[in-house]
Nanobody, 120 residues
């Protein structure tokens, strides 16, 4: 069993920065890709960024060049970060990290969620 634990959410003003962290414990060898989804009130959960085991990251258009998703170093392979800069009110949401194996087309493991609130 894999558990993902997130930290780092909070409230900032527009233009501010936050960094989210997510660490996996348990049977971590099953995780290849990690990343982040977010869900705003009344909205569907949407993919924000993914990072593969080699460190290659992909982003949704609305956060490209503002957000950076990174995996931990060799000793922290099953940790993923989301460094968010120039935050906008439309980034307000609950952010969920995920992990999945290469054989799974969808996330297999989820964090508990952490709230990010950006005020104008």
């Amino acid at each position: 069993q894999v558990h993902l634990v997130e930290s780092g959410g909070g409230s900032v003003q527009s233009g501010g920065s936050l960094t989210l962290s997510c660490a996996a414990s348990g049977s971590r060898s099953t995780i290849d890709n990690m990343g982040w989804y977010r869900q705003a009130p009344g909205q569907q959960r949407e993919l924000v960024a993914t990072v593969d085991d080699g460190g290659t990251a992909r982003y949704r258009d609305s956060v490209f060049r503002r957000f950076t998703a990174q995996r931990g170093g060799a000793s922290a392979r099953n940790t993923v970060y989301l460094i968010m800069k120039n935050l906008k009110p439309e980034d307000t949401a609950a952010y969920y990290c995920f992990g999945r194996s290469l054989n799974s087309p969808t996330p297999e493991y989820w964090g508990q969620g952490t709230q990010v609130t950006v005020s104008a």
